[in-house]
């Protein structure tokens, strides 16, 4: 393992380093609320999903959505973590307007999720993140702040959904972790299927914790929360922030507060929000609602047995089976929809061929359109009749990639656009040697210059060969006929 790289801070003759620690908001993929039946569906009207138990009527009761325990069990597992048999729903008392129970239903001391791994594969080698615990709880409603210049409006479509917080253990150290981490442990809930990771629907968002310390310096500095940050690029530019601000105040000799920021994303700076609360300030005490939660072995080995195969031993898989290299398998694998993308195409075309169109031209298509692989205007299918032709010599590279931008603009079959479009490759040995003669016959200086030893001009051959055939000769015919030819 590499040495790990961290984000360092200079001032004067002092260094510092940043410790971060995130706590993932992750919502549970339901079709109902962790303690009532209603919709968790995105989108929907205000105040359309929303019911007795949710707008904290007097006298409903909370019921336990069993498929969400499924769910957070699952992660669990896919975060290598501990799935603790008994777990306990505690009330975690404040006020906030869209909170209508005056408390959230979570979990504090017994939470159903311990202590976990999540591993990252940095450029500097892979690094283990320990993960401290994943609890339930239900999310608050939203408070809406600009449709109204008097009033603060409340939608509790929100309230009461089910949330997995997956907190990390304080051992990242650069934003670019940060980047990684967040990016894996969203690829694990994916292939799970237990969070969509939809960050602009809020799916998946998290508090960002801060701390600064000089190089070699046991003791951890004073932490600060950045609450509620829902981009990964916000996250790592909240950091870069937060640590200098840390830095500067260390510097001019005054005291870090701990205490909870929110993030500015205009003026890329932190504000203060409040002081920062510590457990006895929320009055955690048992939901008296709520029996504690005992969970079987049996019941636990059941979900193990639905667990799919997972990005770290996928890509163990498509390295040892395809010979793939750690950082093609590791782009293969980053995403369940790639993952199936590749392993469609690759079940009747040649494996490093498709990976490098997928990780190259495909890619960059999907990225010029803003568009996820599960969008992508060219199906599996016909990327794999694309790469097929090109192996068995019908088009060249070159040609295929004026096929593939043809293929674009409705997932059109290759073999019909090189048929429409005459682009088949000339592979006839006896049109090639025209073709050759041709260029040879015209070029006699620099075949002179050749035969003297200037075997780079070997090139200028070959391209004007090509560009005589309009680009469709057989290039490994054309270089071996011309080796010929020249000697």
């Known amino acids: 393992m590499s040495k790990v790289e961290k984000f360092l801070i200079k001032r ?10 995130l706590e993932v908001h992750a919502q549970v993929n339901s079709k109902s609320k962790l303690f009532s039946s209603s919709s968790t569906k995105f989108g929907a009207e205000p105040n359309t999903q929303v019911s007795l138990v949710d707008a904290a009527f007097p006298g409903m009761l909370p019921v336990i959505n069993e498929f969400c325990i499924k769910q957070a069990i699952k992660t669990g597992i896919g ?49 283990k993140v320990g993960i401290e615990r ?3 709880e239900q999310d608050a409603g939203k408070s809406i702040h600009d449709m109204d210049p008097k009033n603060t409006l409340v939608d509790l479509n929100r309230s009461g959904v089910a949330l997995m917080e997956i907190v990390s253990k304080p051992d990242l150290t650069s934003p670019e972790e940060v980047n990684v981490y967040i990016k894996k442990v969203r690829s694990i809930m994916r292939y799970l299927g237990t969070c969509d990771g939809n960050m602009q629907e809020g799916s998946l968002r998290a ?3 801060v701390s600064v310390k000089r190089i070699g310096e046991s003791k ?64 955690y005490f048992p939901d008296p609602d709520l029996l504690p939660l005992e969970i079987t072995d049996d019941f636990i080995q059941k979900i193990k047995t639905e667990i799919p ?55 960059a298509l999907l990225n010029e359109k803003n568009l996820e692989i599960s969008q992508s205007p060219i199906s599996s299918k016909n990327l794999s009749k694309l790469i097929n032709l090109i192996k068995d010599g019908t088009i060249s590279g070159k040609i ?26 000339q592979s006839d040995p006896k049109e090639l040697e025209k073709f050759i003669e041709k260029v040879i016959n015209e070029n006699q200086d620099k075949v002179k210059e050749y035969k003297s030893g200037k075997e780079k001009l070997f090139g200028f051959f070959v391209g004007q060969v090509m560009q005589a055939s309009r680009g469709k000769a057989n290039p490994q015919l054309v270089n071996e006929i011309l080796k010929k030819k020249l000697k």
């Open 79 to 127: 975060l290598k973590a501990k799935i603790n048999k008994r777990s306990i729903f505690d009330r975690k008392n404040y006020f906030y307007a869209d909170l209508p129970q005056g408390y959230q239903i979570s979990q504090y001391k017994y939470p159903i999720v311990g202590e976990g791994t999540v591993i990252l594969d940095m450029p500097y080698g892979q690094k």
């Open 207 to 209: 508090d960002v914790n």
């Open 134 to 136: 994943l609890h339930l």
């Open 220 to 283: 951890l500095g004073t932490r600060c929360e950045i609450k509620n940050v829902n981009s990964i690029k916000f996250m790592q530019m909240a950091i870069t922030s937060e640590a200098n601000r840390q830095v500067d105040l260390i510097e001019e000799g005054k005291q870090i507060d701990q205490e909870t920021r929110l993030f500015d994303t205009k003026k890329n700076e932190t504000r203060s929000m409040r002081s920062k609360e510590d457990a006895h300030d929320y009055r």
């Open 309 to 363: 195969e997972l990005p770290d031993e996928k890509k163990s898989r498509f390295i040892e089976k395809f010979n793939l290299s750690s950082y093609e398998a590791n782009i293969l694998v980053s995403d369940l929809d790639t993952s199936k993308y590749f392993e469609t195409v690759i079940e009747n075309s040649d494996v490093k061929l498709s990976s490098n169109w997928i990780t190259g031209e495909l890619f």
């Open 12 to 21: 004067g003759n002092n260094q510092y380093e940043v410790v971060i620690g």
């Open 400 to 425: 295929a990639k004026t096929v593939f931008e043809i293929m674009a603009d409705g997932d059109k079959n290759p073999v019909d656009i090189i048929e429409e479009k005459g682009l088949k490759q």
